[in-house]
């Protein structure tokens, strides 16, 4: 399984921001797709994930209530919208795929996209 994922870019703190996830390839062998992200001089921390044939959803307490992950079965694409963002969210974004159905470590997750930089201002 392949993945691109893109969307990034500098905004403002209260924006919102939509990441896309493409995926390619085996797509079948994957479940659970997830984001996660890595802000300077901290660990990959999980932010949400979703399984491939749908509900249910997962996400970190961090987000929950203003990021919502969804995915395009037929575009193959999954979707991370963020609302109403915070300085703190600035961060790398990646995301993430595995045969398993869940997952809320990196380390549970065999496929990796590139990252995408998010910036928030104050």
């Known amino acids: 399984v392949q993945l691109q994922a893109s969307g990034g870019g500098l905004v403002r703190a209260g924006d919102s921001l939509r990441l896309s996830c493409a995926a390619s390839?085996?797509?079948?062998?994957?479940?659970?797709f997830g984001w996660f992200r890595q802000a300077p001089g901290k660990e990959r921390a999980f932010v949400a994930a979703?399984?491939?044939?749908?509900?249910?959803?997962y996400y970190a307490n961090s987000v929950r209530g203003r990021f919502t992950i969804s995915r395009n079965s037929v575009k193959n694409t999954i979707y991370l919208q963020m609302n109403s963002l915070k300085p703190e969210d600035t961060a790398i974004y990646y995301c993430?795929?595995?045969?398993?159905?869940?997952?809320?470590?990196?380390?549970?997750?065999?496929?990796w996209g590139q990252g995408t930089q998010v910036t928030v201002s104050s």
């Open positions: 979703v399984r491939w044939r749908g509900s249910p959803t």
């Open positions: 993430a795929a595995d045969p398993k159905t869940y997952g809320d470590r990196d380390v549970e997750y065999q496929w």
């Open positions: 390839g085996r797509t079948s062998d994957a479940n659970i």
